[in-house]
């Protein structure tokens, strides 16, 4: 059995008295490639946002790499919501990407090592030319890019993405996945989206997520989770999703 | 002819502006790429409620308004956090609190009345070779905190959330950030008083945008700036004998909408 990666038991959530997380439980695998569906407001950044130990669940514990989320996140890499940046922040490509690095001295200056593998980042992306441009100033597939370059720079075990496809064109999104499949030689990717075909066609493993979780460790979904989680029959959310996936009962 | 002794007041207050517009040139950069005006608009009406203190107490009003300015700045950095309250309601709060405290321990203080009016809309010509030194001072520990920490404050400017995650100590770094507005608001108060200041916060700054889209850049173009508006409102207020904050905040208003109306290779919305 591969290492167990990240770790939730009986973790629920709720903000005020309203529920967002209920009695999730889920392991991660080094090299696993999970999609997490759900309906908007699912709970999906949430419960990424648990992982990371940006909000503490009201019960349930968090494992990461088998310690406190609060230690060990240094060793996630986030790509967060592309909608929360302000776009016309003034910084460069390069330096976005270099924030990436920018705990490992704290009151330095970046080093050397620092620079080079924030350039690898960037080309491993293939952004590289685009180094000095404004931030703001590239198409959202692009920034997207650069968010995972940023990422990549820590040099993470585990790779956490949160919509990461919203508003990529159908041409990019094709390159974008065959990227994620690359990264995943090295380090197990968690990626969180509300387009059900797009990531059923991509994953290794698949869960579905509205308030709980519906998992089985496989890239199979059942239909009454699916029915579960959108609260509608199957049949309207299912069109695109390969019959390998969509398990009949 | 200018005499010598009024001499004496214009290099003061020449000087004055100089060390201002290095603090708010740089810590204006913050204020405007961070969003967080109304944070530093709240810090600065609350530090009133140091030169109060100052006034009551019978101590130099500029050396009371740092620690105040910085226990403001850190309680409304905290207040936020460990409380229910919502971050601009402990924002309003501690503003209004800070100036009621000001005007009441200076109503309290027996003896002469103050110059209230100097504090509240600045007068730069008061400016003493002693605060002058001060100001030097506060230059100095926001040049050398500002150079150690410039990675990760663009990181926690940019995005705390993420800076956070890879194990920058992002809230700690941030009131950091808010000291050194505080310590930029003592400078300021001298030179446009507690109600002006934020405009020296927020106008260079604003500015520079227009020019580049690098952090050091803005700040570098963001010093002129405030310097050109400083002496520019300096000299029109010494020539028709106005007052002098007030000159200096309406001078950057007016370059402020004319650089907005100059098409520029930046044109995002500020
Ligand atoms: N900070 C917050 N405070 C209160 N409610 C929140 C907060 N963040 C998210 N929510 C609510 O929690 C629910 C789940 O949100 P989220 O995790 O963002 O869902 P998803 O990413 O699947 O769209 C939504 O109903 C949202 O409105
Ligand atoms: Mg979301």
Not at chain 2, 136 to 161: N, P, Q, S
Not at chain 2, 241 to 252: A, E, F, R, W
Request: some cysteine; overall charge neutral; aromatic content about 8%.
């Amino acid at each position: 059995m591969a290492e167990e990666v990240i770790g939730l038991r009986n973790v629920s959530v709720r903000y005020g008295d309203m529920p967002v997380l209920e009695d999730v439980s889920l392991s991660i695998y080094q090299h696993d490639f999970l999609g997490i569906i759900g309906p908007n407001g699912g709970g999906k950044t949430t419960l990424l946002k648990v992982i990371l130990g940006l909000v503490k669940p009201d019960k349930g514990e968090v494992r990461v790499f088998g310690g406190d989320p609060l230690q060990n996140r240094r060793y996630i890499g986030y790509v967060p919501q592309y909608s929360l940046f302000d776009h016309s922040f003034p910084i460069s490509v390069r330096d976005v990407v270099l924030t990436g690095r920018a705990r490992q001295a704290l009151f330095k200056r970046y080093t050397d090592h620092d620079r080079k593998l924030a350039r690898s980042a960037l080309e491993v992306v293939g952004m590289l030319a685009f180094k000095e441009r404004q931030i703001g100033r590239l198409s959202g597939g692009q920034q997207q890019r650069v968010f995972i370059a940023r990422a990549l720079a820590a040099e993470p075990k585990v790779l956490l993405l949160d919509e990461p496809a919203a508003g990529i064109d159908a041409r990019v999104q094709t390159e974008f996945y065959e990227l994620l499949g690359r990264l995943r030689q090295k380090m197990a990717i968690v990626m969180v989206s509300h387009d059900i075909t797009a990531v059923s066609v991509h994953v290794s493993k698949i869960a579905c997520l509205n308030r709980r979780l519906y998992y089985h460790d496989s890239k199979e979904l059942l239909a009454e989770d699916l029915e579960a989680a959108y609260q509608c029959p199957v049949e309207l959310i299912a069109h695109g999703i390969p019959h390998r996936v969509l398990r009949e009962h | 002819m200018i005499t010598a002794l009024e001499y004496g007041f214009m290099v003061n207050a020449l000087a004055a502006s100089l060390l201002a517009a290095i603090a708010c040139g740089i810590v204006g950069v913050y204020v405007v790429v961070k969003r967080i005006v109304f944070i530093s608009g709240g810090i600065s009406h609350a530090s009133f409620g140091g030169i109060g203190l100052g006034y009551f107490l019978g101590i130099e009003p500029v050396l009371c308004v740092i620690p105040f300015g910085i226990a403001s700045a850190l309680a409304i950095g905290e207040v936020s956090r460990r409380t229910r309250l919502s971050e601009d309601s402990a924002i309003g709060i501690l503003w209004a609190m800070g100036m009621a405290l000001g005007i009441m321990l200076i109503a309290l203080t027996p003896g002469y009345a103050p110059d209230l009016l100097s504090y509240l809309f600045g007068n730069i010509l008061m400016v003493s070779r002693s605060t002058l030194w001060v100001m030097l001072a506060l230059d100095v520990i926001i040049v050398t905190v500002v150079c150690l920490l410039y990675k990760e404050f663009l990181a926690i400017t940019f995005d705390e959330e993420f800076a956070t995650v890879i194990g920058i100590p992002a809230h700690k770094l941030y009131l950091v950030l808010l000291c050194l507005i505080a310590l930029t608001v003592v400078m300021l108060i001298r030179v446009v008083g507690v109600i002006l200041v934020i405009a020296l916060l927020t106008i260079p700054a604003s500015v520079s945008r227009r020019f580049t889209n690098d952090m050091r850049k803005m700040m570098g173009i963001s010093i002129i700036f405030a310097a050109l508006f400083a002496i520019t409102g300096l000299y029109l207020s010494y020539l028709f004998d106005l007052p002098s904050g007030s000159t200096i905040v309406l001078v950057s208003g007016v370059v402020f909408l004319l650089t907005s109306l100059i098409p520029s290779g930046h044109n995002f919305k500020y």
